[in-house]
């Protein structure tokens, strides 16, 4: 009996089977790290890149993702405009890439859990900025934000015909849940 081949035949077995729990073992804490990750994760490594959005109501809308927050993300569509997706309306999401891992050097944000979509609302109302603010049943409402609360936004709704300052028509209230997307123009 030669020693030597034995050993290195059972080393050999033993390296296999070493290589092989190893690749078990790094498929399943990959599935597991997988199933960690949420939209906004997912999102947030494709900053830079142009995506397509299908939203609620039949909504579509294609643009390049600049930020994400836990519950929203930020495009810049074809015009220019910045589009503030809530994401819970997000139905459908295509120009992905397979994994989460950043494309491209640029996209080292990571998602801004602090930032709620109450906070970038707050903000565009203290902003007094003109938005257009989208809403599932595929209706627009144009003007500014006047107040953010808990749960719902009120908005005054301006007359975009007039030359120079816009005449106020009055306001609307309008429930978090019924808003896709705000618009603001650049």
Do not use: K, Y
Request: proline share 2%; net charge positive.
């Amino acid at each position: 009996m030669r020693w030597d081949q034995l050993f290195d035949d059972l080393e050999g077995r033993a390296a296999a089977m070493a290589r092989a729990d190893r690749a078990v073992d790094i498929a399943d804490r990959s599935r597991i790290e997988a199933g960690r990750l949420g939209l906004a994760q997912r999102l947030a490594a494709h900053e830079g890149v142009e995506i397509h959005l299908r939203l609620a109501g039949g909504l579509s809308l294609t643009g390049r993702v600049q930020r994400t927050g836990s519950d929203w993300l930020l495009l810049t569509d074809a015009t220019g405009a910045d589009c503030l997706v809530f994401m819970p309306r997000v139905c459908a999401v295509s120009g992905l890439g397979r994994w989460t891992a950043p494309v491209a050097a640029s996209s080292t944000r990571r998602v801004n859990v602090g930032l709620g979509v109450g906070h970038v609302l707050r903000a565009l109302s203290g902003n007094r900025a003109a938005v257009g603010v989208q809403l599932v049943d595929g209706s627009l409402v144009s003007g500014t934000i006047d107040r953010v609360a808990d749960d719902f936004v009120d908005v005054t709704v301006r007359d975009s015909g007039q030359v120079g300052r816009r005449r106020s028509l009055g306001g609307v209230t309008i429930p978090r849940d019924a808003i896709s997307m705000i618009r603001s123009w650049p």
